[in-house]
């Protein structure tokens, strides 16, 4: 796998570290509150990043999970957002505090769609956290409460993050070299010539 990197923009160390912060941040936010909080990891991609935060939340908690797809298959480009596996039915949502947790904030499709969701079952609060963001993209009005770090558009893998399924085991935030993709079969980029 690791032929395949182009290069580490987030090392294992740094990972920790801002896991561990925003840890920090969101016990502070919601230890004040008496009732549990209901995390909501949007799978497959969060699955590393909330194992990670999610041990260090000292605070009452319930865990429900989302399955969403916006990258099928050898995919680099989002293809737009569908909910694959959604919350139990029979959870009760009013009055509860949700925080949804996913990797990263791209187009805003995959998130936007979950916080429709979510919201439509009337929690008490909802709130999103994120480990990556990307800057220099138009979100489509979603925002994130919590981020772990802006990065560059560029298309990442690692720390839960993949490509047709692979990479997500690698203990690192990466780029892939242009030779996967191609590899792969898949187009990397768009009109203006831009990795996706």
């Avoid at 004040?32 to 990043?49: C, T």
């Avoid at 047709?164 to 070299?177: C, F, S, T």
Wanted: proline share 3%.
């Amino acid at each position: 796998m690791e032929r395949d990197i182009e290069r580490v923009i987030i090392d294992e160390a740094r990972l920790s570290d801002r896991v561990s912060e925003l840890a920090g941040e969101i016990t502070q936010r919601y230890q004040r509150f008496d009732e549990p909080m209901l995390l909501v990891p949007v799978l497959n991609g969060a699955l590393v990043f909330v194992a990670d935060l999610m041990r260090q939340l000292p605070i009452k908690m319930r865990l429900g999970m989302m399955a969403v797809s916006s990258y099928p298959g050898q995919s680099t480009a989002s293809k737009g957002a569908t909910i694959k596996r959604s919350l139990d039915s029979n959870l009760e949502l009013r009055g509860l505090r949700v925080l949804i947790v996913d990797d990263i904030l791209d187009t805003g499709n995959t998130l936007g769609v979950v916080q429709r969701e979510i919201a439509t079952r009337e929690p008490a609060s909802l709130e999103t956290a994120v480990l990556l963001r990307k800057t220099d993209k138009d979100h489509g009005g979603v925002k994130a409460d919590y981020v772990g770090f802006d990065i560059a558009d560029e298309f990442v893998v690692g720390y839960g993050l993949d490509f047709d399924g692979h990479y997500r085991n690698l203990p690192h935030i990466a780029v892939l070299k242009r030779e996967a993709y191609e590899r792969a079969g898949c187009s990397t980029e768009d009109g203006d010539g831009r990795v996706r």
